[in-house]
C-alpha cells in the first residue's frame, strides 16, 4: 500500500521511534502517546484491521501479542500492569486502516474504556 502511514513506516519512508523490527513484524512509539509507554505494533503485511485477517495470519496474529507482551516486558511495565488494545472501524475509534496492536501502560487504566 503506497499511501499507509503504517506501511510507509513499515518500509522505512516514515521516520519513527522503532522498538523492535524482524521480517514479519515492527514496533514504535505511539505519535501521540496515551500513557508513559504507547507503542504500536504493526504486521509488515498490509491487513487493513483485524476484522480482515484470514486463517493464514494466525500466527502472525499470535505473533503480535507476543511481541506486546515481550516489549511491555522490556518497557518495565509488565509487572505494574499494561492494555493491549486493538481499534476496529470507525465507532472503536480506528484511524489508520493498517492492523495494529497498542501497548499503553505506566499509569492506571479505567474500565470501561471510553
Ligand atoms: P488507531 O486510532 O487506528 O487505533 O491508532 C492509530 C495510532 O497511530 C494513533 O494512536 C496515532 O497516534 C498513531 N499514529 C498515527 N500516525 C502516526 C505516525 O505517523 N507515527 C506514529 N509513530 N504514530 C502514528
Ligand atoms: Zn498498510
Not at 498490509?46 to 518497557?75: S, T, Y
Not at 499494561?82 to 501502560?105: F, K, T
Amino acid at each position: 500500500m503506497d499511501d499507509c502511514v503504517f506501511c510507509r513506516i513499515g518500509r522505512g519512508e516514515i521516520p519513527a521511534d522503532i522498538v523492535y523490527k524482524d521480517d514479519e513484524v515492527v514496533a514504535f512509539r505511539d505519535i501521540n502517546p496515551q500513557g508513559p509507554v504507547h507503542v504500536v505494533i504493526i504486521p509488515v503485511e498490509h491487513i487493513p484491521g483485524i476484522k480482515e485477517a484470514e486463517e493464514r495470519h494466525q500466527g502472525l496474529v499470535g505473533k503480535l501479542m507476543l511481541v506486546a507482551a515481550r516489549i511491555a516486558q522490556d518497557e518495565g511495565i509488565a509487572d505494574g500492569g499494561y492494555r493491549l488494545v486493538v481499534n476496529q472501524g470507525r465507532e472503536a475509534g480506528q484511524s489508520v486502516d493498517h492492523l495494529h496492536v497498542h501497548v499503553i501502560g505506566g499509569r492506571a487504566m479505567h474500565w470501561p474504556p471510553g
